[in-house]
């Protein structure tokens, strides 16, 4: 039996559930990537909301590729359990907010026809970084990309995210309807401003009435978002199962931890965030650097290391005395980039990601976080970089981290077992590599990809020469190579 409306009064007493009147809540709220990481943080969110009597943010949620999470969920009335763990303690809540289910390229028609209904008041993203179809170095919309041209040219039956958004926001405005608020909640630098730049361009390419009128009433809040979310798997499901006594394809597990803070800036509707834990600033910047620069750029320097070295998970990778010093060290040259918004300890905050980076009940897995890892080197390691080159300052950890990248490339870690290079340009780094005979020639050659490096780093000697140093480094002494950079400056 499945987790569904006839099976939930049948649920041991100790797992929480809606206590609001599904059938009167309205979808506020749709949601395009309906992933994993959206359904323990932002659904979460408008969770509490119904919860807290306010019906308006029910969640219509959109699958952009795969029906994968539809065929999760459709059996199930939309509810889920979400799961969380921290050392021996877990607690299981099931979820309600999500409604409807679309899956995008099955029915394109349907996901704009949700985004023109009046009560549609906010559009939120996890599309992943290379869902925004954006140039990763320059963060300029990739016209030349097969799906953009056909957004550009015809929007009949979108195919990108940003395509979507005009599609609803011209039936919207044809309509006499507000512009609804979309908000990014992906590791995208200044990822409302993208957004909205990836939006305008499309729009401009149909009608130019329309791009003014999405960019005088439109809003594209900046946000920050941060709660580790990792992969579910066969064991957590027939674990769940056990617990429950019905089946829940859709669960998600997470930690205690979570943060949204969210630029104050609306084009309608919303819920009290604040009353819901949400941040409401003025200024999102500081606090999407600190998170890509010290969260994110430790969680891709473990990735790759960890990988290469046979570490399946964080926790495993900070229980080591190397790694942990190598993290620590990676932090004490990103500290140094950042502006520290007001209210943030910046130590307190490092010894939090400490302790949830040593979460074992997470089992958070170094594969995982190496997933597209082109799409996110420049924000989370590259900006870091060029900050500390900027200021005269040394990098040789970050270094490291980017050189681990480079690494990973070749398919092949330590013990010499092959492996899938899970992302956009594997083909391009694949050919970059081939034939190159040493660490030089392959960190030259990587650089040149300057869809991931910015041509004034690519022609830096000092961060090709870092870069080879650390990449020679890997590939002569592997796991023992990090002890080494961590002591040393």
């Known amino acids: 039996m499945r987790l569904s409306q006839a099976t939930l009064g049948d649920l041991p007493d100790a797992i929480l559930r809606p206590g609001y009147d599904r059938c009167a809540v309205r979808s506020g709220v749709v949601h395009l990537g309906i992933g994993a990481f959206h359904r323990a943080h932002q659904a979460a969110v408008f969770e509490a909301a119904l919860e807290s009597g306010d019906p308006r943010w029910g969640i219509t949620g959109v699958s952009l590729r795969s029906a994968g999470v539809r065929d999760q969920l459709a059996p199930q009335d939309g509810f ?25 390229p099955e029915d394109p028609a ?84 993208r957004l ?18 999405i960019a005088t009433q439109g809003a594209f809040p900046q946000t920050m978002v941060d709660r580790i979310v990792p992969a579910t798997t066969p064991d957590d499901v027939a674990r769940l199962a056990t617990l429950l006594g019905v089946e829940d394809r859709g669960m998600v597990k997470t930690e205690p931890f979570l943060q949204w803070v969210i630029e104050d800036h609306f084009a309608g509707p919303r819920p009290d965030f604040t009353a819901l834990g949400v941040q409401l600033t003025p200024r999102v910047e500081p606090w999407e650097t600190a998170k890509l620069r010290m969260l994110n750029g430790a969680h891709s320097g473990i990735a790759y290391l960890g990988g290469l070295a046979g570490i399946e998970t964080v926790d495993r990778f900070v229980a080591l005395p190397a790694g942990r010093r190598f993290v620590k060290a990676l932090w004490d040259e990103a500290e140094t980039t950042l502006i520290v918004p007001p209210g943030l300890d910046i130590a307190a905050y490092r010894e939090e990601l400490m302790a949830r980076f040593a979460n074992a009940a997470l089992a958070h897995r170094t594969r995982q976080i190496a997933i597209d ?60 590599l081939a034939g190159a005979s040493d660490a030089a020639a392959r960190v030259r050659r990587l650089l040149a990809i300057t869809e991931i490096f910015p041509p004034e780093m690519a022609g830096d000697p000092v961060v090709a020469n870092a870069l080879t140093r650390q990449l020679t480094g890997l590939e002569s002494h592997g796991r023992g190579w990090w002890d080494i950079v961590a002591e040393t400056a």
């Open 196 to 213: 909205r730049a990836a939006v305008l361009a499309i729009a401009e390419a149909h009608d130019r009435d329309l791009a003014r009128w």
């Open 80 to 104: 889920y359990t979400l799961v969380t763990r921290e050392g021996d303690s877990e607690q299981a809540c099931i979820i309600g907010a999500v409604g409807t289910l679309i899956v995008a």
């Open 373 to 432: 890892g082109s799409q996110k080197l420049p924000q989370r390691l590259l900006a870091t970089i060029a900050a500390r080159r900027a200021a005269g300052q040394g990098f040789d950890r970050l270094a490291l981290a980017v050189a681990a990248w480079m690494r990973w490339q070749s398919g092949v870690d330590e013990s010499g077992a092959a492996f899938v290079v899970d992302d956009p340009l594997a083909q391009r780094t694949a050919a970059a």
């Open 110 to 193: 349907a996901v704009v026809a949700a985004l023109a209904l009046p009560d549609t008041h906010i559009v939120t993203l996890t599309v992943t970084e290379k869902g925004y179809h954006l140039d990763p170095a320059t963060g300029a919309l990739r016209t030349g990309d097969v799906d953009v041209a056909a957004d550009m040219s015809c929007l009949s039956a979108p195919r990108t995210a940003p395509g979507f958004l005009v599609a609803g926001l011209a039936r919207r405005r044809a309509a006499g309807l507000a512009p609804f608020t979309a908000i990014s909640c992906d590791n995208v630098p200044h990822n409302g401003e």
